[in-house]
């Protein structure tokens, strides 16, 4: 999702997800690994601290945690539907369909208002069609408040020192929460209830100083829910990007070959057939990102030096024709002209600007060798 809200013009990346692919496997086919996620530590650290809060202590502290927004009963009369309690089925496709029946199963009961609706549904399972792509999504828990409202609860495990947080974490937190929030609205709405049962916001539910104490936030979500319906509301579905796509174009290459740097160059090219939408932002959200990279600099591509160089120089393929275009003496004519006319404009106020300053070294290896 952070991939695809970041750079939602990137065609290569919804079709690798589309395709069911784990994106960073994929880049250690292709030969560009790349490090993911949080540290084991830190993983490992807020699988305590959410073990704590509900298992370890009867969900006692998630209660405790939530009152100030959620009037919850204590345990024993606090009703939990444990999604995971479908148990281990025969495979993980089959495992997933039943937590998704079970999850719906109980948001049914719970927005009819019924006697057995659950207080918490503890990991639930919400479907999402992701513009013609179904995706599975996992909060950490839904709170209902009998007669009011379905609220979202996110548990994270960095601290909350005399009720702040890291600014960024919390961005990052109503980011994530955004999705779930959509994921539940869709959900409600395929169940045929009101989506506005739904809460709009989330409540953070962290470590209170430096502690192991819980305290509970609550953070708004409406202009996040909003800023990501907009993004997604103008990406094409992805059977618009198949239509563009050779129809015999598969992932399934090389992988029976005994040859590793063969199979590689297959999937290279397989790969590369797809396009992308490369900036140097996409680092921080994609693991196809070396690869693109790599690409991008074997090609030229403008947009190996940012967003921004891309944009301006949408027509221009590659940074050697922009810089051709901007030492041409002559007008270009045709979708080019506009691009050609800023370029020789900014070429020669370098060119002025190193002349008076009596330093050409600059100008002579930008000309000589190309852009740096």
Wanted: with cysteine; hydrophobic share 40%; charged share 25%.
């Amino acid at each position: 999702m952070a991939a695809l809200t970041e750079n939602p013009g990137c065609s290569r990346r919804r079709i690798v997800d589309a395709a069911g692919l784990k994106a960073h496997e994929l880049a250690d086919r292709l030969g560009h690994p790349t490090l993911r996620g949080q540290s084991p530590f830190a993983i490992e650290t807020g699988n305590r601290f959410e073990d704590r809060l509900k298992k370890r202590s009867g969900y006692a502290l998630l209660v405790e945690a939530l009152a100030p927004f959620v009037d919850l009963p204590a345990p024993p009369d606090l009703n939990v539907e444990d999604v995971n309690s479908v148990g281990r089925l025969a495979d993980a496709q089959t495992w997933m369909e039943a937590r998704v029946a079970k999850t719906d199963e109980a948001l049914a009961r719970i927005a009819r208002g019924g006697a057995d609706a659950p207080h918490v549904v503890d990991h639930p399972v919400l479907r999402l069609d992701l513009t013609g792509s179904s995706v599975n999504l996992e909060p950490d828990a839904l709170a209902f408040r009998v007669g009011d409202r379905l609220e979202l609860v996110e548990i994270k495990s960095y601290a909350v020192i005399d009720g702040q947080a890291d600014p960024a974490k919390v961005s990052a937190t109503a980011a994530q929460s955004a999705v779930y929030h959509m994921a539940l609205r869709a959900t409600l709405e395929r169940l045929g209830f009101d989506p506005e049962l739904l809460a709009w916001s989330v409540i953070l539910v962290a470590p209170r100083n430096f502690g192991r104490t819980p305290t509970a936030h609550r953070i708004p979500l409406r202009k996040k829910s909003a800023a990501l319906a907009r993004v997604l509301g103008s990406v094409p579905r992805v059977g618009e990007l198949l239509d563009d796509l050779p129809h015999d174009l598969s992932f399934d290459v090389g992988s029976t070959n005994t040859d590793s740097r063969a199979a590689s160059e297959a999937l290279n090219v397989v790969v590369s057939a797809i396009d992308a939408l490369y900036v140097p932002e996409c680092v921080q959200n994609c693991d196809m990102a070396k690869f693109c990279r790599s690409e991008a600099w074997s090609n030229d591509d403008p947009s190996r030096v940012g967003r921004t160089a891309r944009d301006s120089l949408a027509g221009v393929s590659s940074l050697s024709e922009a810089l051709a275009l901007a030492r041409s003496a002559n007008a270009t004519d045709g979708s080019d002209a506009e691009v050609g006319g800023a370029l020789r404009d900014a070429f020669g106020a370098l060119e002025r600007a190193r002349a008076r300053s009596g330093d050409q070294s600059l100008l002579s290896r930008t000309v000589t060798d190309g852009p740096r």
